[in-house]
């Protein structure tokens, strides 16, 4: 049988910071990672692809606000839809190219994939999830002012826009991606979190405005499709506890308990590794039984294990 892995794509893979997130730039970028991700296909793996949408949402967010009263608006469901849609199409195209480049037979698929949240969920009354670019006080303000927006300050970088980012409950269409992966295909779904969803009392579905933190979902859609593997490509090669100090010290083989305590001691910001541990432990606590972080420059030259981060069940 074969085992099916689940790969997060972070802003790395795609749109590097530093760099400018034209869509040229985003092609040539995602088609590196595309190469990387034929190593996987090779090695007998099901694929299923998610990805980060944080600069592109909030891209489409600031052409809503900017066409105010010339176009009907867009709710923030419908720009991640979008998004997704986008996004997917281009991680699609480039995974099609690499195939062909390697000569690999296998059908791609991308999903625009809804994504259960409780309504109630208290995001809703706290944003903190960040979108779009960094702005200066003054900018920010004119945005407040004029369209609503709730921002917060950034380290020092500037200040942000901040949307509701709920808990995902569930994958909405896991059944088409379990059918997908029967069929041997590469899937690629929950793009960006996926569209968040909530059901009424009636069994109706409806979007929500809210954009869900992508590892997390994707977690919670390994869990869905009993995946077996969960690897996130990031902008390190492993987890550090005491990041940045003189005493930082990579991670490379630790069980989820051991992860859970370094967790818990606040190794792991909320802002940046924090997410990415928090999915990995729901991963394999629901039955998961292996995860790997790592670098997408790690996953580009072949993703040598022993410069990643391997978590395991305890």
Known sequence: MK????????????????????????????????????????????????HGNGPQVGNALLRVELSKGKVPDLPLYICVADVQG???????QCLINAFKL???????????????????????????????????????DYYIKNFGWRVKEVNGKGWRRVVPSPMPLGIINKEAIKELLRKDFVVIAVGGGGIPVYIDKKGMIHGVDAVIDKDI???????????????????????????????????????????????????????????????????????????????????REGLNESRATIIFPD
């Open 3 to 50: 085992k099916t892995i689940v790969v997060a794509l972070g802003g790395n893979a795609i749109s590097p910071e530093g760099r400018s997130d034209s869509i040229e730039n985003q092609f040539k970028i995602t088609m590196q990672t595309a190469h990387a991700l034929t190593g996987l296909v090779k090695k007998g793996y099901n694929l299923v692809i998610t």
């Open 86 to 92: 986008g996004m997917g199409f281009m991680i699609e």
């Open 102 to 140: 390697k000569g690999i037979k296998k059908p791609i698929a991308t999903l625009i994939t809804q994504v259960l949240v409780d309504k109630n969920d208290p995001s809703f009354i706290n944003p903190t999830k960040f979108v779009g670019k960094f702005y200066t006080k003054e900018e920010v």
């Open 217 to 299: 979902a994707s977690a919670v859609l390994a869990r869905d499709i009993e995946a077996d593997e969960f690897l996130i490509l990031t902008g390190e090669e492993k987890i550090y506890l005491n990041y940045g100090e003189i005493n930082q010290k990579p991670l490379h083989r630790v069980t989820a308990d051991e992860l859970e305590k370094y967790y818990h001691e606040k190794h792991f910001p909320p802002g940046s590794m924090g997410p990415k541990v928090q999915a990995v432990l729901y991963f394999l606590k629901h039955k998961g039984k292996k995860a790997i972080i790592t670098s997408v420059e790690n996953a």
